[in-house]
DNA sequence: CCTGATGTTGACACAGTGTCAATCACTAGA
DNA sequence: TCTAGTGATTGACACTGTGTCAACATCAGG
């Protein structure tokens, strides 16, 4: 009878669904450093040693976060573009939406800054399961990229919309990483972090913006 | 007498500085994570007790390497600018320096990504002297865009000089740290690593230029 | 009731960190 | 020259956390 099989396949990916909420829970309250395998197993409610059932090991467990973070983080892209028509508008939306994001799930774009920070090894089933993620991040914003310069909204000439994406990508990551990062010493050079975001969307749409 | 004081104090800064300089080999040779404090403390010949006389802690040590990697930056930076004239051009350099320098020096270029991620937590006083690291590197870049907006080569309505700064900076270490770390995943696209930094550079002083 | 497969765990070995009392080296004053 | 004292140096220890493994538990199917 395989639907025994089934269930069976059912629980464990509950129970993995189970660990990895845990594991999310510990990183939201105190930063995945200090989360210990052990406090994941306890707030699951299980042995620590399952957890190696389920996981290769801490940096496994991480993929496997980083991954819904990435999951999260292309839905709420969707959700910004699907707001607008304009190609620019929808960049800029995105813009917005990462910045967000990262105020509502801090822990989310924390693990998003550790996956932009190391470097592939390739061959962890769950790591190619990230970048697969990752990529279709990417796919949103490149979506986005083509449709404003369909409509004009974004010049010809800013060359192939992938590469672009990168970009993109890196300052907005890199800016919203800074401006929470060092608030305090922003702060301290009399800026404000709110106006430093809203110019770095301006920059952004003066990057993508055509001649006039 | 005083001189031997001195004396003393000469040999404490020396050994000190034995004590970075056996952790950056190791550290290019493998990455900060693996390196142990045990490690450290062989290569420098003297025991691992030893070092916790001269650095609070491992972070501590890491503090003090990320500080070195940013005067290196910014002599670098200084160097770059000092070949040009027009302000733009200095800005230019200084993105192209920086890419070379994560070529050459990768671990600097990582140690400096860790202190870019890392959220300050004040009060360690060689957390301080990174910060004031950070600040000088920053002043150089600052001076470049004002000296561009003097000479007409950068657009007056950029903004805050060091606001724009930052953008500069998350910018151009987003892409060299997206271009290193992921260049399989570039490469699996179909792109070029070298072209992208490339058209980078174009984008940056697309950013900055004047309207025509 | 037995059996084999799958799920689960306690206990272990190992590695690394940070601390501390004890020891060593050397200087200055008797 | 001897000795007290100060600062440098270390071996040994306690502690925390990781990953593994043999053993135990559970349960469907014969």
């Known amino acids: 009878m395989s639907y025994i099989a089934e269930r069976r396949e059912e629980e464990k990916e509950r129970r993995r669904l189970e660990i990895i909420e845990a594991a ?11 989360v210990t395998m052990d406090q994941v197993a306890r707030t699951a409610r299980l042995s620590r040693a399952l957890l190696y059932v389920y996981f290769k090991d801490k940096e496994d467990l991480l993929f496997a ?4 973070a990435l999951e ?38 924390d693990a998003c800054s550790r996956y932009h920070a190391h470097q592939a090894h ?26 404003g ?12 919309p992938l590469k672009v994406c990168f970009m993109l990508w890196a300052f907005s990551h890199g800016l919203i990483q800074i401006a929470t990062n060092k608030s305090q010493e ?12 809203e110019e770095g969307r301006a920059m952004l749409r003066h990057m993508l913006a055509p001649g006039k």
């Open 24 to 34: 999310e829970q510990l990183y939201a309250e105190k930063g995945w450093d200090s």
């Open 65 to 68: 976060i980083t991954g819904r």
């Open 72 to 109: 999260e983080l292309r839905h709420r892209f969707e959700q910004a573009t699907s707001e607008h028509q304009l190609g620019i508008d929808q960049v800029t939306a995105i813009g917005r939406a990462y910045a967000l994001f990262q105020q509502e799930n801090p822990f989310q774009f």
């Open 122 to 147: 390739l061959g962890e089933p769950n790591e190619l399961a990230c970048n697969a993620g990752g990529d279709s991040v990417l796919a949103v914003i490149v979506e986005s990229l083509h449709r």
């Open 149 to 160: 310069i369909a409509d004009g909204s974004i010049r010809a000439d800013i060359g192939d």
């Open 186 to 197: 922003i702060a301290r050079q009399g800026i404000e972090v709110g106006t430093l975001m």
